[in-house]
């Protein structure tokens, strides 16, 4: 039984406004799937889902993350060969990939510090302990071996 998809972490809606666009239709529907694929992985670093437990068809997307979804997405259709120069006559121009970035060419990925980011809003950051247990016999039995006593 296939469980249903979690909903992307910005609409559609949200992102023409960031833009300040009006999408086509077949735009709204080509931003909605590059919403999913970077809101999938987006979760991949997250420690929350950021679904609202009320409505789970709703996303509760926090502000740092927003802006992460939007530079990925800005990236994707800018960039999407993910090219680093370019040489137009007397024009040259030279970037570094961000660190983190894939060489696949489909300008969809987090760099390491949209990661970062991504990893604290969700609250992934910080220190944290760790309990260890283990098993403890209830006794100690006395033991030989090659002709010795040893206690365990």
């Not at 694929?37 to 926090?62: E, H, K, N, W």
């Not at 006559?89 to 970037?95: F, P, S």
């Not at 302990?129 to 090659?146: C, G, L």
């Amino acid at each position: 039984m296939a469980s249903e998809p979690l909903p992307p972490l910005m609409s559609t809606d949200e992102l023409a406004t960031l833009l300040g666009v009006t999408f086509t239709e077949a735009e709204e529907a080509k931003a909605g799937l590059y919403l999913r694929i970077i809101s999938g992985f987006v979760r991949l670093y997250a420690c929350d889902d950021m679904v609202d437990p009320d409505d789970p068809t709703q996303a509760r997307t926090p502000d740092v993350v927003l802006g992460i979804i939007l530079t990925a997405y800005s990236r994707a259709i800018d960039n999407p060969r993910g090219l680093t120069s370019e040489r137009i006559g007397d024009y040259q121009w030279t970037a570094h990939p961000a660190p983190g970035a894939s060489n696949q060419g489909t300008g969809l990925y987090l760099s390491n510090a949209e990661v970062e980011l991504v990893r604290d809003a969700t609250g992934c950051g910080g220190l944290a302990s760790i309990e260890f247990d283990a098993y403890m016999p209830q006794r100690i039995v006395d033991r030989t071996y090659a002709g010795e006593n040893f206690i365990y």
